[in-house]
């Protein structure tokens, strides 16, 4: 009975993790002309805490950001796509 509800755990466990809802975050620091993005990770957060974050991370670091934002994709494939798109087009 205990391997059937660790099976069943670990199930729904996966099954949660691949409809997580992931995102990335972004910002423009004009004063470098750069463009800064975070790595793709799962939303556990709200978006407004994950923006939070990473603006306390790059002020941190001495950037001054104009605005952030955290685009979210329902898969680590598609908020890579997205990723890679944006750092394609700040080239």
């Known amino acids: 009975m205990g391997k059937v509800l660790l099976s069943l755990l670990f199930t729904l466990v ?3 993790g691949a409809h997580a809802e ?3 975050c ?8 750069r463009f800064l993005m975070s790595e793709a990770a799962p939303a556990l957060q709200p978006m407004a805490v994950l923006e939070a974050g ?3 991370v790059l002020s941190r670091r001495g950037h001054k950001i104009e605005g952030v934002a955290c685009p979210r ?3 680590r494939s598609g908020i ?3 990723i890679n798109s944006a750092a394609e087009y700040n080239r």
């Open 22 to 24: 992931w995102r990335y």
């Open 14 to 16: 996966m099954v949660a």
């Open 26 to 33: 972004f910002a423009l620091d004009p004063v470098e002309r």
């Open 54 to 56: 990473f603006r306390r």
């Open 80 to 82: 890579e796509l997205m």
């Open 73 to 75: 994709s329902e898969s």
